[in-house]
């Protein structure tokens, strides 16, 4: 399949790209608007709807959306009781929303708090409309493709629906796929070929080959936020996107496997994105989106170098690992350069933990690069795990003191998690390694229960209480 050169194709087939509940209402959702700004640069017609936020507006239960706690959108009991009665009436009303506009595909993104919402949709639009072909893509789609080839499944069970609801799934990244599938339908030829996407036919899914990663990321254009009303979300800075995956493998993480290999733009690419977003939208906050912002370090400082010398008036943030190169100086330029807030994974004050959890870094470092952070004005938010599958009581209160030693230094503490099991990461696939055993009310190992958990994240609040600090955090089982 040749796709076709960018600018080509003027006034080709139209998409409806449409992010479902629960999905949060901080921002417009920023992988759609990615896609939306990459399709129409091929002459595609792209409508993006965020029905997240619609329903939000009307919602009774606005906590449902705090995506700490997505249940009541995942678990079946607690959404057929507490989210479809009030979600119902408005699924055939999207649907004609949908239609209106009259698109030939609609795309869903697939995460497991929108897999519920979506499939009702999804169900919806093909009352209303049978010849509709309906895709999905997103992070759930890669585990239903991955269960369904290997069998193993061993937390959240994949919704069966998934795959004899949507049409076709795309596994990975979705621009190229989707600009493939709709030059087929243009064309009359077949979608069902396309790279990289999965179907069911008769009882088995079929999965064809994988697409080849986008290798250069500076051929994507700036996320397209115009179809979202901006003024709506919680949070004022607009979220883009710099780099794909991370350089670390840390062992609890599923989103740098989901990515596979560690992309990035070029600065300019950056700079001249910022300078779009700023020009096009009028604002001047931003929040990077990257799983981590500093996987080239050298990079940041040359992004930094060319907002400087610009005068752009901007403050931004980001997630950022804990990396030797991150020194005064460069702390200095990002302040300069207007990074406001910077994120930082720490998850253990143990050496041994982090160790076990691949985390590439070490407690100097961490300490010094707080600190810095401090130093120069940029606010250092921390994120720690509770309760680490190897996590010992001594670990837990060398955690403890890590924080209280280095709190002065802290802004908040962001994201306190009892350890999540993500499903793709790798004490996910390694759960016998780990000794790891699912019950009914969370994971158990040797060193880690729930009521563990649950007992050292209450310390934890203890503590962060009494150093009057805020903090996002959850405790999950
Ligand atoms: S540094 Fe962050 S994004 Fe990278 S692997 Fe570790 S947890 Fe994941």
Same mark, same amino acid.
């Given at each position: 399949?040749?796709?076709?050169?960018?600018?080509?194709?003027?006034?080709?087939?139209?998409?409806?790209?449409?992010?479902?509940?629960?999905?949060?209402?901080?921002?417009?959702?920023?992988?759609?608007?990615?896609?939306?700004?990459?399709?129409?640069?091929?002459?595609?017609?792209?409508?993006?709807?965020?029905?997240?936020?619609?329903?939000?507006?009307?919602?009774?239960?606005?906590?449902?959306?705090?995506?700490?706690?997505?249940?009541?959108?995942?678990?079946?009991?607690?959404?057929?009781?507490?989210?479809?009665?009030?979600?119902?009436?408005?699924?055939?009303?999207?649907?004609?929303?949908?239609?209106?506009?009259?698109?030939?595909?609609?795309?869903?993104?697939?995460?497991?708090?929108?897999?519920?919402?979506?499939?009702?949709?999804?169900?919806?639009?093909?009352?209303?409309?049978?010849?509709?072909?309906? #895709?999905?893509?997103?992070?759930?789609?890669?585990?239903?493709?991955? #269960?369904?080839?290997?069998?193993?499944?061993?937390?959240?069970?994949?919704?069966?629906?998934?795959?004899?609801?949507?049409?076709?799934?795309?596994?990975? =990244?979705?621009?190229?796929?989707? !600009?493939?599938?709709?030059?087929?339908?243009?064309?009359?030829?077949?979608?069902?070929?396309?790279?990289?996407?999965?179907?069911?036919?008769?009882?088995?899914?079929?999965?064809?080959?994988?697409?080849?990663?986008?290798?250069?990321?500076?051929?994507?254009?700036?996320?397209?936020?115009?179809?979202?009303?901006?003024?709506?979300?919680?949070?004022?800075?607009?979220?883009?996107?710099?780099?794909?995956?991370?350089?670390?493998?840390?062992?609890?993480?599923?989103?740098?496997? !989901?990515?596979?290999?560690?992309?990035?733009?070029?600065?300019?690419?950056?700079?001249?994105?910022?300078?779009?977003?700023?020009?096009?939208?009028?604002?001047?906050?931003?929040?990077?989106?990257?799983?981590?912002?500093?996987?080239?370090?050298?990079?940041?400082?040359?992004?930094?170098?060319?907002?400087?010398?610009?005068?752009?008036?901007?403050?931004?943030?980001?997630?950022?690992? !804990?990396?030797?190169?991150?020194?005064?100086?460069?702390?200095?330029?990002?302040?300069?350069?207007?990074?406001?807030?910077?994120?930082?994974?720490?998850?253990?004050?143990?050496? %041994?933990?982090?160790?076990?959890? %691949?985390?590439?870094?070490?407690?100097?470092?961490?300490?010094?690069?707080?600190?810095?952070?401090?130093?120069?004005?940029?606010?250092?938010?921390?994120?720690?795990?509770?309760?680490?599958?190897?996590?010992? =009581?001594?670990?837990?209160?060398?955690? !403890?003191?890590?924080? =209280?030693?280095?709190?002065?230094?802290?802004?908040?503490?962001?994201?306190?998690?009892?350890?999540?099991? =993500?499903?793709?990461?790798?004490?996910?696939?390694?759960?016998?390694?780990?000794?790891?055993?699912?019950?009914?009310?969370?994971?158990?190992?040797?060193?880690?229960?729930?009521?563990?958990?649950?007992?050292?994240?209450? %310390?934890?609040?203890?503590?962060?209480?009494?150093?009057?600090?805020?903090?996002?955090?959850?405790?999950?089982?």
């Amino acid at each position: 399949m040749i796709l076709p050169e960018n600018g080509k194709n003027k006034g080709g087939l139209g998409l409806a790209l449409v992010m479902c509940p629960g999905w949060g209402v901080i921002q417009p959702p920023v992988g759609i608007s990615y896609l939306k700004s990459y399709l129409e640069g091929y002459g595609k017609k792209v409508k993006c709807f965020d029905l997240s936020l619609e329903l939000y507006k009307v919602f009774p239960e606005k906590r449902y959306w705090d995506l700490n706690y997505p249940e009541h959108f995942i678990l079946p009991q607690l959404f057929q009781r507490d989210v479809l009665p009030s979600l119902k009436p408005y699924l055939a009303l999207w649907a004609e929303e949908i239609l209106r506009y009259n698109p030939k595909v609609v795309g869903f993104s697939l995460f497991m708090s929108s897999v519920n919402t979506s499939l009702l949709l999804a169900k919806e639009l093909k009352k209303a409309k049978a010849d509709l072909l309906i #895709v999905a893509g997103g992070a759930e789609v890669t585990r239903a493709k991955r #269960v369904a080839a290997d069998g193993i499944c061993g937390f959240t069970p994949i919704n069966d629906d998934i795959f004899t609801t949507f049409d076709l799934l795309i596994d990975g =990244e979705g621009e190229e796929a989707l !600009l493939e599938i709709l030059c087929s339908l243009e064309r009359g030829e077949d979608v069902y070929s396309a790279k990289g996407i999965c179907y069911l036919k008769g009882n088995k899914v079929i999965a064809n080959n994988t697409r080849a990663l986008i290798e250069d990321l500076d051929v994507l254009p700036p996320p397209d936020f115009s179809d979202f009303k901006l003024g709506e979300y919680t949070r004022a800075e607009l979220p883009f996107v710099t780099s794909r995956g991370c350089v670390n493998r840390c062992t609890f993480c599923a989103d740098s496997p !989901l990515w596979k290999v560690y992309r990035h733009q070029s600065p300019r690419k950056v700079f001249e994105e910022i300078q779009f977003l700023v020009r096009h939208y009028g604002r001047n906050q931003f929040e990077i989106v990257d799983s981590t912002f500093n996987g080239n370090v050298r990079r940041v400082g040359e992004i930094c170098d060319l907002i400087i010398k610009s005068k752009l008036n901007i403050q931004w943030s980001a997630k950022v690992t !804990l990396r030797e190169e991150m020194d005064l100086p460069l702390l200095e330029k990002m302040k300069k350069a207007g990074c406001s807030s910077l994120a930082y994974g720490v998850e253990s004050g143990s050496p %041994r933990v982090l160790k076990n959890m %691949r985390k590439n870094t070490n407690l100097d470092t961490a300490k010094r690069i707080i600190r810095h952070t401090h130093r120069v004005g940029i606010q250092a938010n921390c994120f720690f795990i509770i309760g680490y599958p190897t996590e010992t =009581e001594e670990d837990f209160q060398m955690t !403890l003191n890590f924080i =209280e030693e280095n709190a002065r230094f802290i802004y908040r503490f962001d994201q306190v998690t009892g350890c999540h099991l =993500e499903e793709d990461s790798y004490l996910g696939l390694n759960l016998e390694k780990y000794g790891i055993e699912l019950k009914d009310d969370g994971w158990y190992s040797k060193d880690s229960t729930p009521s563990t958990r649950k007992a050292r994240y209450d %310390r934890f609040r203890k503590l962060a209480r009494k150093l009057h600090k805020h903090y996002e955090c959850e405790v999950q089982a």
